[in-house]
Each structure stands twice: as C-alpha cells, then as structure tokens.
C-alpha cells in the first residue's frame, strides 16, 4: 500500500506559476511511477505528467509540455509539479497517483492503483 498526500494548490493569475508536491508513504521502498492528474469540473481526468522510478524517465501531456515539469523533491518520497506560465484551462482538481506494477510510463489513470485526495488549482484570467 502507498499512501499520497499532495499540497501545494491555490489560486494564481494566468501567466503565473505554482508548485505542487506530493508526498508518498507506505511501501515506499518498492520500485514505483508516480504520475500527475487533472479534473475539471464536467470534464475526464486527464494525464498531466509521469516520473519513472529513480527519475530517469519523463513524460507529459500535449497541453503542459514546455511548461509543467515533473521532479522527485528534496526527499526520496516527495514529487514536485512545477507549473509556469498557468492558463485558466489548466483550473482543476489535481491528483498525485502512483503504480508499482507499469513495466513503462503511461497517463492513463486505469494505470495507477493508488491515489492522493486531490489538491485545487484555480487559475484566473
């Protein structure tokens, strides 16, 4: 079992930045991807970003690539979202997600067993 907090949401302007964290614990010592989500009201939750176990692989979402970047923290169990230049579109619930059984990154949430309780991004224009 892995257990994940996020924290780190809040309210922005658009053009402005923000930083996500998620803390995992548990049975954190097993190899595992943690990923970033996003849920808009109405809307599917879609893939934000990926970090592979040790950090060596990365993937994103066609619509944060060149501004999100995803990092492991300043501990072993913390994941970091980076977030500049936000847009109103990017307003949305955001949920930190882990796997210990994908062989490869993936943004598909059907992927990742557990889960954080979300933290709000709320971006104004």
């Known amino acids: 079992q892995v257990q994940l907090v996020e924290s780190g949401g809040g309210s922005v302007q658009a053009g402005g930045s923000l930083r996500l964290s998620c803390e995992a614990s548990g049975d954190v010592n097993r190899r595992y991807y943690v990923a970033w989500f996003r849920q808009a009201p109405g809307k599917e939750r879609e893939g934000v970003a990926v970090i592979s176990p040790g950090g060596g692989s990365k993937l994103y979402g066609d619509s944060v690539k060149g501004r999100f970047t995803i990092s492991q923290g300043d501990t072993k169990n913390t994941f970091d979202l980076q977030m500049n230049s936000l847009e109103s579109e990017d307003s949305a619930m955001y949920y930190c997600?882990?796997?210990?059984?994908?062989?490869?990154?993936?943004?598909?949430?059907?992927?990742?067993?557990?889960w954080g309780q979300g933290t709000q991004v709320t971006v104004s224009s």
């Open positions: 997600a882990a796997s210990t059984s994908m062989l490869t990154s993936s943004l598909l949430a059907r992927h990742y067993k557990y």
